[in-house]
C-alpha cells in the first residue's frame, strides 16, 4: 500500500512515503478507544464548525479544554483535532462532516514499535500493547534503521503505520517513455528497449467479468437495498484488489528496468480524460463503461510511487499528438487497421503503441526545457497538431497546456 509523498527541499534527494498495513487482532479496550477518539473527532468538528478556526493549531486552542474532558493521553487531542481540521477544511465538502468509522490516529512521537509489538497510550501512564503480524515484506520495513517511522491508524482490523525514506535521485542517462492503453503498457527507452506488457488485458477481463456479476446482484436483489449495497461493496472490494494486484507486476519491473539502467520515467498525463466519456458524449453506454474501467490512473500511481520510492526521477508530459506523429521525422501518420500506423515521409509502419511511447519518450520535460531562441519545440505543445490522440478531434479536452513535473 502506497500513499503520497513529496520532493524534500534539499536538492539531490527524494523524499518518499509507503505506508503499511499490519494486521493484528483487536480488543475490547480498543473499542472504546476507537468510540472515545470518535466523540473527539465529532467534538472537535463541531467547535470548528462553530468558531472557524484558521488553521489546525487554532483548532487546538480552541478544542483543548473541551478534549480534555475525555481523560485521554494529550497525543489524542492533537491528532483529534488533525483529523477534525482537515475534514473540516475540505473544499469539496457539501454539509457538516461527521465521523461514523472507528479509528485512530496517533503521531509518530506517541506510540513504540519494537519489532512486531505495538505499544500506543490510552490515558496518562497506562498503555495498550498490540501484537502485530505481519510477512517478510512487512518485517524488512520495520527493521530498516534508514526508514523513518510516521503516524500510525488503527482501525478495527488493521494496524496502519508509515514510513518514510530519504533517496538520494538517480542520475539518469536516458529516458523511458510509457503509453498506457486499455489493454496493454508499452514501454521504449532511449537505450533501443522495447516492450508490451499485456497484464491490462487480463484487467479488462476481470473487470468485463464483475460488471456482469454486479449486474446480477443488483436485478436479483432489487426489494432490498441493505443486501445490494452489501454484496455491491463485497464483490466490487474483491475486483479491486484481483485488478491491483494484476497492475503489481508490470509496474515493478518497469521501475527496476529504469532502476538499472538509469532511466527517467515518462508518463501522459492524463487527467481529465474521464470528460471524454461522459453520458450525453453520443457513446453506448457499454463503451462509456469500458472506458472509464480503464486503469490508467492506478497504474501510473503505481508506477509514480514505485519510481520515488527507488529516487527514479519522473514527469508527466503533455498527451497531445503523441500518436499522430511520427517520433523519427515528426510528420502527420496515417492510420491502418490493426493498431498500425504509416509514415509516408519515412515510408515506414509503426505499431501505434510504439510510437507513441516513442514519442513520449521525446517529450521535452521542463527539467530539460530548451533556453529561448532555440528552435526546437516541446513536442505536443506544436500548434501545427490540433488533433489531439483521444477524441479524433471531435472533442476538444481541457488539459493542462504545458507537462510539468510533479
Ligand atoms: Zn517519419
Redesign the pocket.
Known amino acids: 500500500m502506497l500513499k503520497k509523498q513529496s520532493m524534500s527541499p534539499s536538492r539531490g534527494t527524494v523524499q518518499a512515503v509507503k505506508s503499511i498495513s499490519f494486521t493484528y487482532v483487536s480488543s475490547q479496550q480498543l473499542s472504546s478507544l476507537f468510540e472515545d477518539f470518535r466523540l473527539m473527532c465529532n467534538d472537535a468538528i463541531r467547535i470548528a464548525n462553530k468558531e472557524k478556526p484558521r488553521n489546525r493549531f487554532n483548532l487546538i486552542e480552541l478544542a483543548y479544554a473541551r478534549l480534555k474532558q475525555y481523560g485521554l493521553h494529550t497525543h489524542y487531542i492533537l491528532s483529534a483535532c488533525e483529523v477534525a481540521y482537515s475534514v473540516y477544511s475540505n473544499k469539496r465538502r457539501k454539509c457538516v462532516p461527521y465521523i461514523k468509522r472507528a479509528f485512530l490516529k496517533l503521531d509518530n512521537q506517541s506510540y513504540q514499535l519494537n519489532h512486531l509489538l505495538s505499544r500506543i497510550p490510552t490515558n496518562p501512564r497506562n498503555f495498550v500493547f498490540l501484537a502485530l503480524q505481519g510477512s517478510d515484506y512487512h518485517m524488512s520495513f520495520v527493521d530498516d534503521p534508514n526508514l523513518k517511522k510516521g503516524s500510525v491508524t488503527i482501525t478495527e482490523r488493521s494496524v496502519c503505520i508509515s514510513f518514510t525514506r530519504e533517496v538520494p535521485a538517480l542520475e539518469h542517462f536516458g529516458c523511458m517513455g510509457i503509453d498506457i492503453n486499455e489493454r496493454n503498457i508499452t514501454v521504449s527507452t532511449t537505450n533501443g528497449f522495447e516492450h508490451k506488457f499485456a497484464e491490462l488485458g487480463e484487467v479488462v477481463e476481470i473487470k468485463e467479468r464483475y460488471r456482469e456479476i454486479m449486474a446480477k446482484i443488483s436485478k436479483n436483489t432489487r426489494g432490498d437495498g441493505r443486501i445490494c449495497k452489501k454484496l455491491l461493496t463485497k464483490y466490487g472490494k474483491r475486483e479491486e484488489r484481483r485488478t491491483t494486484q494484476r497492475i503489481h507486476k508490470p509496474t515493478n519491473e518497469i521501475v527496476s528496468y529504469a532502476r538499472a539502467n538509469r532511466l527517467g520515467i515518462k508518463m501522459e498525463r492524463l487527467k481529465g480524460i474521464r470528460k471524454l466519456y461522459r453520458k450525453g458524449n453520443g457513446q453506448t453506454k457499454s463503451f462509456r463503461g469500458r472506458m472509464n474501467s480503464w486503469v490508467f490512473g492506478e497504474t501510473q500511481r503505481q508506477v509514480d510511487h514505485k519510481a520515488r520510492w527507488e529516487g527514479v526521477p519522473d514527469w508527466f508530459v503533455n498527451p497531445r499528438g503523441s500518436s499522430s506523429n ?1 517520433p ?4 502527420r ?1 496515417v492510420r491502418l487497421a490493426d493498431r498500425k500506423v504509416y ?1 509516408p ?2 515510408d ?1 509502419t509503426w505499431d501505434r503503441d510504439v510510437l507513441a511511447s516513442r514519442n513520449i519518450m521525446a517529450c521535452v520535460v521542463p527539467q530539460a526545457r530548451p533556453s529561448k531562441g532555440s528552435n526546437e519545440v516541446e513536442r505536443g505543445d506544436d500548434d501545427s497538431n490540433p488533433l489531439n490522440r483521444w477524441g479524433e478531434g471531435s472533442v476538444a479536452v481541457d488539459n493542462n497546456r504545458q507537462g510539468t513535473g510533479t
Open positions: 511520427c523519427d521525422c515528426g510528420s501518420v509514415c515521409a519515412c515506414r
